[in-house]
């Protein structure tokens, strides 16, 4: 299957301070990319719809001013996580959607801590 | 309102001991729906796209069916290593996935 690489796996903040995820797509060119968010023991929730050169699109409830999202090529969407709080604490997951067959493929995730 | 459950939440077989999971959907504009496995800490890892009721897809002890209202993933004669949590989700206009909520399966040797 495709692979698609999310950088970092991990990461530990202190409360205020900003974090960016990258999320690549690696064989396959995406132009449209999804970044989840999974507490402990559920399922994954869509918080917004990346699109390669356009505004992402933020599934109800989730602040665009927070989570910035940027999909500046066919292969790369970032999740910006600005100001920080420990409530923002979560595991983050990308995905990616094939152009050529309906496939979506997932990064392996990235696991932020904000102290 | 766009829905996907998966039941049952835990499972616990031996190995050997064959069994279903299933997820049932009321989803508009269903385009397919996926079945993926997650490991803890992990990202979901790809097993299956369905797209049309009576589709059936296999990959060693795994096999996925789909009707119109719900989709099973039968797990044959399992081992230890198939622990995990199995998750669906439902392709919508737009790319967009609708996840249940997994069933975390758990072989014992």
């Known amino acids: 299957g495709a692979v698609v690489s999310q950088h970092p796996s991990w990461v530990i903040c202190k409360s205020g301070t900003s974090v960016k995820i990258e999320c690549r797509s690696l064989?396959?060119?995406?132009?449209?990319m999804f970044w989840y968010r999974q507490f402990p023991k559920q399922s994954l929730m869509l918080m917004a719809t990346?699109?390669?050169?356009?505004?992402?699109?933020?599934e109800q409830g989730v602040e665009k001013d927070k989570f910035l999202i940027n999909h500046a090529s066919l292969t790369l969407s970032t999740l910006t996580v600005t100001s920080a709080h420990p409530e923002d604490s979560s595991f983050y997951i990308c995905?990616?959607?094939?152009?050529?067959?309906?496939?979506?493929?997932f990064g392996q995730g990235t696991r932020l801590t904000v102290v | 309102e766009d829905q996907v459950t998966q039941s049952p939440e835990a499972l616990r077989l031996q190995e050997g001991e064959s069994s279903s999971l299933n997820c049932s959907y009321t989803?508009?504009?269903?385009?397919?729906l996926f079945w993926y496995r997650q490991d803890p800490g992990k990202g979901p890892e790809f097993l299956f796209t369905?797209?049309?009721a009576g589709e059936e897809k296999e990959k060693e002890r795994l096999k996925a069916t789909l009707t119109k209202k719900e989709s099973f993933l039968h797990i044959t004669a399992p081992k230890p290593e198939d622990s995990a949590t199995y998750l669906c989700?439902?392709?919508?206009?737009?790319?967009?996935?609708?996840f249940g909520q997994g069933t975390e399966l758990s072989v014992k040797p």
């Open positions: 064989d396959f060119q995406a132009t449209t």
């Open positions: 989803v508009s504009g269903l385009r397919g």
């Open positions: 990346s699109n390669e050169g356009s505004k992402a699109t933020y």
């Open positions: 995905s990616a959607l094939t152009m050529v067959n309906t496939e979506a493929f």
């Open positions: 369905l797209y049309s």
């Open positions: 989700a439902v392709w919508q206009e737009g790319g967009k996935l609708i």
